[in-house]
């Protein structure tokens, strides 16, 4: 069984710092490309960032740019997505999401697995 698990929401103020995980299990995590999507009340589920774990290739969104960075530890088949100066528009429901093959995978549909996801809000 495939399980993705993320970890590391919460609250923190603007400017602030949180490092979410994503931890797989049941897959062969070299195989697939792990994406964060996050969603806010009322907004679609958008693609934050993403991150090849065979190819270390990565995406990020324009609005995340220079203030988030993903990586992939392949030994413990986990994602990490650090986030930086954090805004209160970075509020959302940060989920991981794991689709098998070599590239990155921009919408939520072609995702196979996800995990529960993890609250991260933003005070000002």
């Known amino acids: 069984e495939v399980q993705l698990v993320e970890s590391g929401g919460g609250l923190v103020q603007a400017g602030g710092s949180l490092r979410l995980s994503c931890a797989a299990s049941g897959l062969r995590f070299s195989e697939y490309a792990i994406g964060w999507f996050r969603q806010a009340p009322g907004k679609e589920r958008e693609r934050v960032s993403c991150i090849n774990s065979k190819s270390r290739s990565t995406f990020y969104a324009d609005s995340v740019k220079g203030r988030f960075t993903i990586s992939s530890d392949n030994a413990v088949n986990t994602v990490n997505l650090q986030m930086n100066s954090l805004k209160p528009d970075d509020t959302a429901v940060y989920y991981c999401?794991?689709?098998?093959?070599?590239?990155?995978?921009?919408?939520?549909?072609?995702?196979?697995?996800w995990g529960q996801g993890t609250q991260v809000t933003v005070s000002l």
């Open positions: 999401a794991a689709k098998y093959g070599s590239g990155l995978f921009e919408y939520a549909y072609e995702y196979d697995y």
